[in-house]
């Protein structure tokens, strides 16, 4: 593969997508650009369904945008009520447990347990504007307890169980959540990861709390403490199924999500209801290009936007069946997905390169003894997918046949904005190619001036669209500050992206002090502040370092206080802390003990140095601000030590 091939939708696929042709791509962009408003009242009208129309289509006074003002809607009646007539006996979910455990549940089905739940929920005195953390494993149950919250309008937080108790109760504290919706624990490979744990650890800090309820997936010990914590199959005999749905404002919070950002501190990203739908329906159709039939999978967590938006919200919204996986990969055996595909017929299937890197380097055979062939779309999301991955994810998964969706889009951007509508757009591997219709996104210089095709620059979007952030939770200054400040009224991604002679757009990383690993955000300041709260720690430093399955590891330079230390003991309890104060998943790759950090004349931290060590273990460039020369010889010769 030379890296410059195109490949062009088939006539098969094309014949029977629901956009089948660049013009029609093109006819669609044309006319959402020149006519937003008809544009998205026709998707709302479409796609979602409202109790009461707007008054106008959107109203923006930058950086706060407002969607389909007046209108009334629920996200979790577009969900389900609205597919009982038609669909109330298709499966919404269907589910399997990594021990095996399967369970089906159709649209009626999964519309009463909502339901069910929701009026528990309403009898202990939960109501609209409320918050609830929804800390659980991935089973149907967690999808129950979000789209609960939504049916009476309690804003949810989902935090993936991956976060440690610390983690958790800095959300809990930053939201002023009343209520935790989570379980005893969940499995991955073989083993119970406990849950419940981390919760009272968490909430033992956090007196805003009245309820804890408990689901019980694993059945292992489980402390549950009087007055507060219920199990939930306590809770749910002789509840009422019927408790209808509250009919929300259009802006009505749907949801906070916290990401990283430039700081330690996480932002609380606030996406609302009716635009939110709208944009994730239709995106769901223009680039899956959904059908009835469809089996979908999206094998993300519903810890992260990508769960959200395409596990729950979008194919639900849409009437799909969704595939619903809890465990690993590699459980009992790395052909544990294939398993899983050819099981259940998966037509669908959307995951992300560190997935598809770490598979491959199991080799061909675990694919190639299952039968793929119900096949045919293949989504790839969370950083730019390499030539690699992306050759042998279309041959040996999608054996030539099915497109790849290559899809650009973030946490703050509530749906995809930029990937090929795959009857469409020609696919360029490692491009996400062309934008939505009603996305202006540009690729920019320094000055907000747009650069020439193939020069790098920022990517940027020149308009609000409809899943767009509404504000950081709390804080609307700091988003102002971080999405609009360079360039007014123009949402700045922090990623930068060239764009090529075809109008193509290719995103080249964040060019901000952001990590990406396994495709999730993670902020160099985040690990800092959690590693310099270790009593041996005086400074600390962090930079990406490249990957080969994860894309980026996380690297780490520390400069300890005085004292006699075991660098290798301490190097293994730091990087157990960091895993203890943000989560497993940001567990250090390596840590790197010097006298003292690179810094500039003015005292910063040189990371650009320190990223080149870790890169290419050669240091170029600039370096005569530099306090101490000596320091980075040190640091780069280090590693060969070691
Ligand atoms: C950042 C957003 C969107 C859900 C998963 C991550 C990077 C994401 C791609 C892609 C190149 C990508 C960007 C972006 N990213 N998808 N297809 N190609 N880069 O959500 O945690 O909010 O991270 O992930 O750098 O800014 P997130």
């Known amino acids: 593969m030379s890296g410059n091939e195109v490949y062009s939708p088939s006539t098969e696929f094309s014949s029977q997508a629901h956009v089948g042709s660049m013009?029609?791509?093109?006819?669609?962009?044309?006319?959402?650009?020149?006519?937003p408003e008809g544009f998205w009242a026709q998707q709302?009208?479409?796609?979602?369904?409202?109790?009461?129309?707007?008054?106008?289509?959107?109203?923006?006074?930058?950086?706060?945008?407002?969607?389909?003002?007046?209108?009334?809607?629920?996200?979790?009646?577009?969900?389900?009520?609205?597919?009982?007539?038609?669909?109330?006996?298709?499966?919404a979910i269907i589910f399997e447990g990594e021990p095996g455990d399967q369970k089906t549940l159709t649209y009626r089905e999964l519309h009463a347990a909502v339901g069910q739940f929701s009026n528990v929920l309403k009898s202990r005195g939960f109501q609209a504007g409320d918050r609830a953390i929804v800390y659980m494993p991935m089973i149907p149950e967690a999808i129950v307890a979000m789209l609960a919250c939504a049916r009476l309008g309690i804003i949810h937080s989902v935090v993936f169980g991956g976060f440690s108790a610390e983690a958790l109760?800095?959300?809990?504290?930053?939201?002023?959540?009343?209520?935790?919706?989570?379980?005893?624990?969940?499995?991955r490979r073989g083993k119970e990861v406990k849950l419940k744990g981390a919760v009272d650890e968490a909430v033992k800090d956090c007196p805003g709390i009245k309820d804890v309820l408990v689901y019980r997936r694993t059945g292992g010990e489980c402390p549950m403490n009087e007055g507060r914590d219920h199990w939930w199959h306590d809770l749910l005999p002789g509840v009422s199924p019927d408790c209808p749905a509250e009919e929300l404002d259009?802006?009505?919070?749907?949801?906070?999500?916290?990401?990283?950002?430039t700081t330690g501190k996480p932002k609380g990203i606030l996406h609302t209801t009716g635009g939110y739908l709208t944009y994730v329906a239709s995106t769901m159709k223009w680039v899956f290009d959904l059908k009835e039939n469809d089996i979908y999978w999206c094998t993300a967590d519903i810890g992260w936007v990508t769960g959200h938006s395409y596990i729950v919200y979008g194919p639900l919204a849409c009437g799909a069946t969704c595939l619903v996986y809890e465990g690993a990969p590699d459980f009992p055996a790395w052909d544990r997905w294939w398993d899983i595909v050819e099981r259940h017929k998966a037509t669908i299937l959307y995951t992300s390169p560190t997935a598809i890197r770490a598979l491959i380097k199991q080799g061909d055979e675990y694919p190639n003894k299952h039968d793929l062939s119900s096949l045919r779309l293949l989504g790839s999301v969370g950083e730019p997918i390499n030539p690699a991955a992306w050759d042998w994810y279309y041959r040996v998964?999608?054996?030539?046949?099915?497109?790849?969706?290559?899809?650009?889009?973030?946490?703050?951007?509530?749906?995809?904005?930029?990937a090929p509508m795959p009857g469409a757009v020609p696919l360029k591997p490692g491009s996400g190619t062309l934008p939505m219709p009603g996305?202006?996104?540009?690729?920019?210089?320094?000055?907000?001036?747009?650069?020439?095709?193939?020069?790098?620059?920022?990517?940027?979007?020149?308009?609000?669209?409809?899943s767009m952030i509404r504000t950081i939770w709390g804080d609307p200054e700091r988003f102002e500050q971080q999405y609009f400040s360079r360039m007014p009224g123009i949402y700045f991604t922090g990623d930068a992206a060239r764009r090529d002679e075809d109008g193509y757009f290719w995103v080249l990383g964040r060019v901000d002090d952001v990590m990406n690993v396994s495709g999730h955000r993670l902020s160099t300041m985040e690990v800092e502040s959690a590693l310099v709260r270790h009593p041996a720690v005086a400074e600390a430093a962090v930079v990406g370092?490249?990957?080969?399955?994860?894309?980026?590891?996380?690297?780490?330079f520390v400069s300890l206080k005085q004292g006699n230390w075991d660098h290798g003991v301490l190097g293994k309890e730091l990087r157990q802390w960091v895993a203890h104060e943000i989560g497993a998943f940001a567990r250090p790759e390596?840590?790197?003990?010097?006298?003292?950090?690179?810094?500039?004349?003015?005292?910063?931290?040189?990371?650009?140095?320190?990223?080149?060590?870790?890169?290419?273990?050669?240091?170029?460039?600039?370096?005569?601000?530099?306090?101490?020369?000596?320091?980075?010889?040190?640091?780069s010769a280090q590693h060969d030590e070691d």
């Open 250 to 261: 259009s802006e009505h919070p749907l949801f906070v999500l916290y990401t990283s950002g």
């Open 169 to 187: 109760k800095a959300r809990i504290l930053d939201l002023d959540a009343s209520l935790v919706l989570t379980a005893d624990g969940g499995w």
């Open 23 to 35: 013009e029609a791509y093109q006819e669609l962009y044309r006319r959402a650009e020149a006519d």
């Open 44 to 91: 709302a009208e479409s796609e979602v369904h409202w109790f009461e129309k707007w008054s106008h289509v959107y109203e923006w006074h930058p950086p706060f945008v407002k969607w389909f003002v007046g209108a009334k809607t629920n996200a979790a009646y577009n969900c389900l009520d609205r597919h009982l007539e038609t669909r109330g006996d298709k499966p």
């Open 545 to 556: 370092k490249p990957h080969e399955i994860t894309g980026q590891a996380v690297c780490c």
């Open 439 to 466: 996305v202006l996104t540009d690729v920019v210089d320094f000055y907000g001036e747009k650069v020439a095709p193939g020069a790098e620059g920022f990517l940027i979007i020149r308009r609000p669209w409809p």
């Open 590 to 635: 390596e840590i790197r003990f010097a006298e003292s950090l690179p810094k500039t004349r003015s005292g910063k931290i040189m990371r650009r140095l320190l990223r080149e060590i870790v890169t290419s273990n050669t240091v170029t460039g600039d370096v005569t601000t530099l306090e101490d020369l000596g320091v980075v010889t040190r640091l």
């Open 397 to 418: 998964i999608g054996k030539s046949r099915s497109p790849i969706v290559d899809t650009w889009w973030q946490t703050e951007t509530g749906g995809i904005l930029i």
